[in-house]
């Protein structure tokens, strides 16, 4: 671990979530007993795998140095108003204009947006899963290997193993992205270059790229009633020309205007 952190991050962060995955697919299925409610408390996992896994291989390979580095990135909110406008606001807008090219060019709505009644307890439980998510990929992961490669390679690497962590959700019942995996991947890779522009603008605060995570994760059961479902062809396509603005406007080397941020 010391010698690899972020390939054993890897094959920790997938080998816990996928416990997690692989139990809400197969007990979707009604195959027993992964349909005991005992047996779906296993889906714990799938949340707090990359954080559980980004801790482990600090303490191994860094000791409490490391964890102390996973906690600033916690607790540093202190980045400016603007930074938590975009992250909020930001779905939203992605949102938006996913719906209005999609009635622009009067595409089917292939995937609705989902219906359901959103509690404070739900909201809690969202930003608790996106934060665990977050402490790994972003607050462990990126930093180490924008050590290496500038912001859009690193950011490929972070996005597409992303894209892969969910693999086993295609076969959930009822999740969308069993319907369209290879856009979900393309939107899911996309996505990463945000994530990216806001954690290195803000000087790698993994609590706003956890909140830009959990508006984008809510923001579509909010906005039902306005916005009832988008393409998702148009969803991939909003994501592909935001990463070109991106990458035109700030540079490969950091995807933002401050210096990419990096640990050894």
């Known amino acids: 671990m010391r010698k690899y952190p972020v390939a ?4 920790l962060a997938f080998g816990i979530s996928w416990i997690g995955m692989i139990s809400a697919a197969l007990g979707s299925h009604g195959i027993a007993p992964f349909d005991r409610p005992y ?3 296993l889906t714990i996992f799938y949340a707090v795998g990359p954080a559980l896994s980004a801790l482990i291989v600090s303490q191994v390979a860094d000791g409490k140095t490391g964890v102390k580095e996973l906690d600033k990135g916690l607790i ?30 009067r595409l089917p709505v292939t995937i609705a ?15 608790l899963a996106t934060t665990c998510e ?21 950011t490929l690497i972070v996005g597409m193993l992303w894209g892969l962590w969910h693999l086993p959700l295609i076969f959930l019942v009822g999740q969308p992205m069993s319907e369209f995996p290879f856009l979900w991947f393309i939107i899911i890779v996309t996505n990463a270059f945000i ?28 906005f039902s009633a306005f916005i009832p479902g988008v393409s998702p062809i148009v969803d991939a396509l909003v994501n592909c020309v935001v990463v070109i603005i991106l990458i035109a406007v700030f540079g490969k080397t950091n995807l933002s205007h401050r210096k990419r941020v990096y640990v050894d």
């Open 8 to 11: 054993w991050f890897y094959i």
């Open 39 to 41: 047996v779906q408390l």
């Open 76 to 105: 540093k909110w202190r980045v400016g108003l603007v930074w938590y406008i975009v992250a909020l606001l930001g779905p939203v807008v992605l949102l938006i204009t996913a719906q209005v090219v999609t009635k622009l060019l």
């Open 113 to 127: 947006v989902p219906q359901s009644n959103l509690s404070f307890f739900a909201f809690v439980i969202n930003f």
């Open 134 to 154: 977050e402490i790994g990929w972003r607050g462990f992961a990126l930093p180490r290997l924008q050590k290496q490669y500038n912001a859009l390679t690193a």
């Open 195 to 222: 994530y990216t522009w806001i954690y290195n603008s803000t000087k790698g605060s993994i609590l706003l790229v956890a909140l830009f995570h959990g508006a984008l994760n809510i923001a579509p059961n909010i």
